[in-house]
């Protein structure tokens, strides 16, 4: 199953995602290109493929992305064969993208969860942000800029999650993750004899 997760810079989707990766070992988060620079502690290869806009629009001639974007001033882009590839090991994908990303998707008839991650309030927001001390000036105005816009998407998803409480918000993640895997459509494979009824 594919399951997508956005929402402002700052809402702590990562913070999220990294509990639903420790408590789901079957999932693997998508590891998107980006053109944007690493933070410190950011990994090639675990956090995102750094690359050069050149690179980047490579990739973008030959097709190669399930979704790209252009969010707060840098290039980010989903790899097809990367998410296809985990998916023949048998693995679930998380996909942290924006809303633009979701748009395109959507458009592309992708199928998957998507879920939109909220913050008690636009303050709460900001004080994140700031918390977190990874943007510069200019990154950080340009991310809050962002935020009141993306927010107006909450109508594309299927679910809305706010995170108020982390321990509450990774748990409602998780509820959303458990539902998904009683779908129909993921328990169907597992169970052969149910179309063998004649
Ligand atoms: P995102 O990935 O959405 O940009 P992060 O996961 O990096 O956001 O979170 C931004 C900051 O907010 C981090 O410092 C994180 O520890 C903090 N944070 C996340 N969730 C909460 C919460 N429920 N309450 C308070 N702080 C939080
Ligand atoms: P950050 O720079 O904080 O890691 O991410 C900034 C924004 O880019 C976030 O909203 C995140 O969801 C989005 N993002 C990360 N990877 C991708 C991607 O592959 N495609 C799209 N469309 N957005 C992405």
């Known amino acids: ?12 989707k990562s913070t999220i995602i990294a509990e639903i990766l420790k408590r789901n070992p079957d999932f693997v988060l998508s590891v998107s290109y980006t053109t944007r620079t690493a933070r410190p502690r950011e990994v090639h290869g675990k956090d995102y493929f750094f690359v050069s806009a050149r690179e980047f629009e490579d990739m973008m001639k030959k097709n190669e992305f ?17 998410v296809e590839s985990q998916e023949k090991l048998g693995r679930h ?15 592309k008839r992708v199928s998957g969860t998507y879920i939109f991650i909220l913050p008690p309030s636009i303050d709460e927001l900001v004080k994140r942000l700031a918390k977190r001390g990874t943007e510069d000036e200019r990154s950080f105005r340009l ?5 009141k816009d993306e ?9 809305l999650v706010v995170n ?11 509820s959303i993750i458990d539902a998904q895997r009683c779908s129909r459509f993921e328990m169907i494979g ?3 004899w149910l179309q063998e009824i004649e």
């Open 1 to 12: 199953m594919r399951i997508f997760v956005s929402g402002p810079s700052g809402v702590g």
């Open 66 to 82: 399930l979704e790209w974007a252009r969010v707060h001033d840098n290039l980010y882009g989903t790899s097809l064969s990367w």
């Open 93 to 107: 994908i998380l996909l942290d993208i924006d809303v633009q990303g979701v748009k395109q998707a959507q458009g």
């Open 143 to 147: 991310r809050l800029n962002n935020a």
């Open 151 to 159: 927010l107006k998407a909450w109508t594309m998803y299927d679910y």
């Open 164 to 174: 108020d409480d982390i321990a509450r918000a990774i748990d409602d993640v998780q």
């Open 190 to 192: 597992r169970i052969p």
